[in-house]
């Protein structure tokens, strides 16, 4: 019931920055949770940040925390994913998901639980 569109990937040097964006479709896109996450060479499938559907609550991985950054703009249908200070570490294709959330504050961190995906956007770090 949602497309999802990722853009803003590239090859970058480390210590660079990247923005990240997600264009939703629909009419609905309130109604979903959001999460970026990331698929390194040879690794599973891993979260990177996940925001609410007030875009009031974020959390991040470990790995990520104090520089990545999540966000939404529900009047644009888009969500973001500001990458900065990146590593070698950081190289992966990154996916846009969505999960329809009941509460507003609901974040989730499980790759499973999310049901629509996009088509994901490769970022390469290099050095």
């Known amino acids: 019931q949602v497309q999802l569109v990722e853009s803003g990937g590239g090859l970058v040097q480390a210590g660079g920055s990247l923005r990240l964006s997600c264009a939703a479709s629909?009419?609905?896109?309130?109604?979903?949770?959001m999460g970026w996450l990331r698929q390194a060479p040879g690794k599973e499938r891993e979260f990177v940040a996940g925001i609410s559907r007030s875009g009031e609550r974020t959390y991040y991985a470990d790995s990520v925390k104090g520089r990545f950054s999540i966000s939404r703009d529900n009047a644009k249908n888009t969500v973001y994913l500001q990458l900065n200070s990146l590593n070698s570490e950081d190289t992966a294709i990154y996916y846009c998901?969505?999960?329809?959330?009941?509460?507003?504050?609901?974040?989730?961190?499980?790759?499973?639980?999310?049901?629509?995906w996009g088509q994901g956007t490769q970022v390469t770090v290099s050095s």
């Open positions: 629909g009419r609905t896109f309130s109604s979903y949770a």
């Open positions: 998901a969505a999960k329809p959330a009941i509460r507003s504050d609901s974040i989730f961190v499980v790759v499973s639980q999310y049901n629509y």
